[in-house]
């Protein structure tokens, strides 16, 4: 389907690892029946190779590179609205932020670092995370990366206190009056 004003009208979640970006976009998806498009699983497809894996192998900037060209080529589609979920350092490059405003409306999901600590403690594989102190740097890298998720974000969502159905219906309403105010 042809955009018909030219406005990109997909969702795009952003935020820290651990706040539901792929649970909240698995959810949109059974609301709206958009395609959901998960970058890191993408990446991982198009690789052949697991997140860890490709950090291991080629490294982050590479891994970075690939979110780029990803985003290049979302943006270039624009035969579906899609749901985007993105991983949750896409935003550090000023391309991407560029590229993801560029896509259409743009949900930041946040919690604070107790939180993130307790949804991703248990998990091996993020790579950034697999340090001395996780919860440190979960701390460090949030400091670094608020203002870039501020600057690319339409709305900003505290996951902490809702479930995942919850918020998507959220962004839903607030999508559509988004889109709906928009003017070509
Ligand atoms: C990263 C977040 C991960 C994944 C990679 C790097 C980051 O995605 O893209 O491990 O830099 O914050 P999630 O946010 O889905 O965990």
Request: with cysteine; aromatic share 6%.
């Amino acid at each position: 389907m042809n955009k018909p004003s030219g406005l990109s009208k997909n969702i795009v979640l952003v935020g820290f690892m651990g706040c539901g970006k792929s649970t909240v976009g698995r959810d949109l998806f059974q609301l709206l029946g958009y395609p959901l498009v998960d970058m890191d699983s993408t990446i991982e497809r198009n690789t052949g190779m697991s997140i860890p894996e490709i950090f291991e192998k080629s490294g982050e900037n590479a891994f970075r590179d690939m979110e780029t060209e990803l985003l290049q080529q979302l943006a270039e589609d624009t035969r579906a609205r899609k749901i985007i979920s993105t991983g949750g350092g896409v935003i550090m490059r000023e391309e991407n932020r560029r590229l993801l405003r560029e896509l259409g409306y743009v949900v930041w999901l946040d919690a604070p670092v107790a939180v993130i600590w307790d949804r991703t403690k248990r998990t091996k594989n993020r790579p950034l995370l697999q340090t001395e102190d996780p919860k440190v740097r979960i701390q460090t890298l949030l400091d670094s990366r608020l203002p870039m998720y501020e600057e690319v974000a339409h709305l900003r969502l505290d996951t902490s206190g809702l479930n995942s159905r919850e918020l998507a219906t959220g962004i839903l309403e607030s999508a559509r009056y988004y889109f709906t105010s928009q003017k070509s």
